[in-house]
């Protein structure tokens, strides 16, 4: 059973910046694909950002060159550094292992304008 803690959301103003943070249970982390979605209201989730095992990084068209994904297998931790925010940006951001069922149970971000 693996169990994925997203943290890091809030409300921050348009052109501002947040980090969140996924931290996951269990000993297979390093092998997995991690991805970080996103689901506004009326919307449905999509992929915001992807990375391999091995530090290979995809991310959707809106967000490129504004996001990082990276992640930290000595902690278990998958971090999605978000600058240059925008009110499109808003949505609840959930962390998930690619080619499973394992969900946190996201965090809320809210960007102003």
């Known amino acids: 059973q693996v169990q994925l803690v997203e943290s890091g959301g809030g409300l921050v103003q348009a052109g501002g910046s947040l980090r969140l943070s996924c931290a996951a249970s269990?000993?297979?982390?390093?092998?997995?694909?991690m991805g970080w979605y996103r689901q506004a209201p009326g919307k449905q989730r999509e992929l915001v950002a992807q990375?391999?095992?091995?530090?290979?990084?995809n991310y959707e068209d809106s967000v490129k060159g504004r996001f990082t994904i990276s992640r930290d297998n000595a902690k278990n931790t998958v971090y999605l550094q978000m600058n240059s925010l925008k009110s499109e940006d808003t949505a609840v951001y959930y962390c998930?292992?690619?080619?499973?069922?394992?969900w946190g149970r996201g965090t809320q971000v809210t960007v102003s304008s």
């Open positions: 269990g000993s297979s982390f390093s092998h997995n694909a």
């Open positions: 990375i391999t095992a091995v530090g290979s990084t």
């Open positions: 998930h292992t690619l080619g499973t069922g394992y």
